[in-house]
């Protein structure tokens, strides 16, 4: 059974630091791209940041462009998001998920909140 | 990174049928078939629901539909029923630089 389970939510204070982590199992993690999406409360969806199988190449949303780092350890099965310069705008459930061949997201973790306040 | 427009909002009686919509751009939902539907309940992981723009992972009911026309895609859900109640969000790859861009998301009550 694919499951992906994420950790390292939190409050952080705005300028903080903070670091996502998702755990894969269930199917070959290596095998697959990999995306993080978030949510701000009572919003909709927003891509954040997607990584290669082989973490070779990366891409992120204008909005944390700079201050986000999407990485994999691949020996581990896990994913990372390395957020750093935290700001309020950045409060959300932050999601994992894994993308297949056709661009779809077919399977989510439950997500972890992130809430900057101060 | 403009994100695809969806009404904020769709309502149907049990047993019709609903569409939504979710237009993009030339750049994404109308250059590539790759346009995908979520479903998402409240304090729920969204689901996926629809694949390359019409078709339907397993386990999904064929009462879930979808479509595409130029730069617009369709969901359509049929015979509704009350768990069908959630948010729908569609999502259509971008090109390798941008990716994947959502929609804003559509609450679909059943009356």
Not at chain 1, 22 to 45: E, I
Not at chain 2, 60 to 82: E, M, Y
Not at chain 2, 90 to 95: K, L, M, R
Request: aromatic share 10%; proline share 3%.
């Amino acid at each position: 059974e694919v499951q992906l389970v994420e950790s390292g939510g939190g409050l952080v204070q705005p300028g903080g630091s903070l670091r996502l982590s998702c755990a894969a199992s269930g199917f070959t993690f290596s095998s697959y791209w990999m995306h993080w999406v978030r949510q701000a409360p009572g919003k909709g969806l927003v891509w954040v940041s997607r990584i290669n199988s082989d973490g070779s190449s990366t891409s992120y949303a204008d909005s944390v462009k700079g201050r986000f780092t999407i990485s994999r350890d691949n020996a581990k099965n896990t994913l990372y998001l390395q957020m750093n310069s935290l700001r309020a705008e950045d409060t959300a459930v932050y999601y994992c998920a894994r993308i297949d061949s056709s661009h779809s997201f077919d399977y989510w973790g439950q997500g972890t909140l992130v809430t900057v306040s101060s | 990174q403009s994100a695809l427009t969806q009404p904020a909002s769709v309502s149907g009686s049990p047993g019709q049928s609903i569409t939504i919509s979710c237009t993009g751009t030339s750049s994404d939902v109308g250059s590539y078939n790759l346009v995908s539907w979520y479903q998402q309940h409240p304090g729920k992981a969204p689901k996926l629901m629809i694949y390359e723009g019409s078709k339907r992972p397993s386990g999904v009911s064929n009462r879930f539909s979808g479509s595409k026309s130029g730069n617009t895609a369709s969901l359509t859900i049929s015979g509704l029923q009350a768990e069908d109640e959630a948010d729908y969000y569609c999502c259509s790859y971008a090109g390798s630089s941008t990716d994947v861009v959502f929609g804003g998301g559509t609450k679909l009550t059943v009356l």
